[in-house]
């Protein structure tokens, strides 16, 4: 009867031949950007409406600018309209039926929405 140093020396099938291991994580935290950064006087800007365990959200995007871009967006609208809000991917969530108000707010930013 062997112990576990018998059976560890038998190699059990697992060969450690070569040094390419691919042991990187994918961040999750990184998120890309699947267009390029367009100017915000380019953007076409629309809006979604949903409801979430019943209360109002309202998404605005799709916005192609960097993520410091879309996090000082956000900070301006979350304090001109005192409500909260977070960004996923390309849109920014905002808490509340708000369109006219984001809209406006954007607007006098210099940003453009889809007629």
């Known amino acids: 009867m062997g112990g576990l ?3 560890l ?3 059990m099938g697992s060969s450690l ?5 691919d042991t990187s994580k994918e961040d ?4 890309t950007t699947s267009g390029e950064i367009i100017p915000k006087n380019q953007h076409q800007l629309v809006f979604t409406y949903e409801k979430r365990k019943g209360k109002p ?3 605005v995007g799709r ?3 960097s993520e410091n871009e879309k996090k ?8 001109k309209l005192a409500c909260g809000g977070a960004i996923k991917d390309e849109w ?4 509340g039926d708000v369109k006219d108000k984001i809209k406006s707010t954007l607007e006098a930013n210099g940003w453009k929405f889809r007629k």
């Open 57 to 59: 959200v309202t998404l």
């Open 92 to 95: 920014i969530e905002i808490q």
């Open 9 to 11: 020396s038998q190699n």
């Open 72 to 79: 000082e967006v956000l900070k301006l609208l979350k304090k």
């Open 28 to 31: 999750k935290k990184k998120k």
């Open 63 to 65: 916005f192609n600018i």
């Open 5 to 7: 140093a018998d059976l």
């Open 17 to 21: 031949e070569g040094d390419s291991f």
